[in-house]
């Protein structure tokens, strides 16, 4: 059975950094749509970043360009997200997602979910 496992989030000052990890099992890594997604309480879940894992080809919600990066590392058949110079509205529930081929990089529809990891920045 598919499984998708996210870890490192935790409760961090406004402009500091966390890295999560999302470990994957039970399935191929290759060729795959992962992403990072959030939901904060009251409101609907959003894509942060997703990245195809074939070729590596990464895209970015306009809210977290230039502060997270998202990347791969397919030994490990993990992903990661790096969080930069975080705001107090990055405050979610962070999930990992993957879908099967055909996918797209920013969708919403996904095949299998993480249970999530806390993210909390106090200003």
């Known amino acids: 059975q598919v499984q998708l496992v996210e870890s490192g989030g935790g409760s961090v000052q406004a402009g500091g950094s966390l890295r999560l990890s999302c470990a994957i099992s039970?399935?191929?890594?290759?060729?795959?749509?992962m992403g990072w997604f959030r939901q904060a309480l009251g409101k609907e879940r959003e894509v942060v970043a997703g990245i195809y894992t074939g070729t590596g080809v990464t895209d970015y919600a306009d809210s977290v360009k230039g502060r997270f990066i998202i990347s791969q590392d397919e030994g490990k058949n993990t992903l990661y997200l790096q969080m930069s110079s975080l705001k107090p509205e990055d405050t979610a529930m962070y999930y990992c997602?993957?879908?099967?081929?055909?996918?797209?990089?920013?969708?919403?529809?996904?095949?299998?979910w993480g249970q999530g990891t806390q993210v909390t920045v106090s200003s």
């Open positions: 997602a993957a879908a099967k081929t055909p996918c797209a990089r920013m969708s919403r529809t996904r095949d299998y």
């Open positions: 039970g399935y191929t890594y290759y060729n795959f749509c």
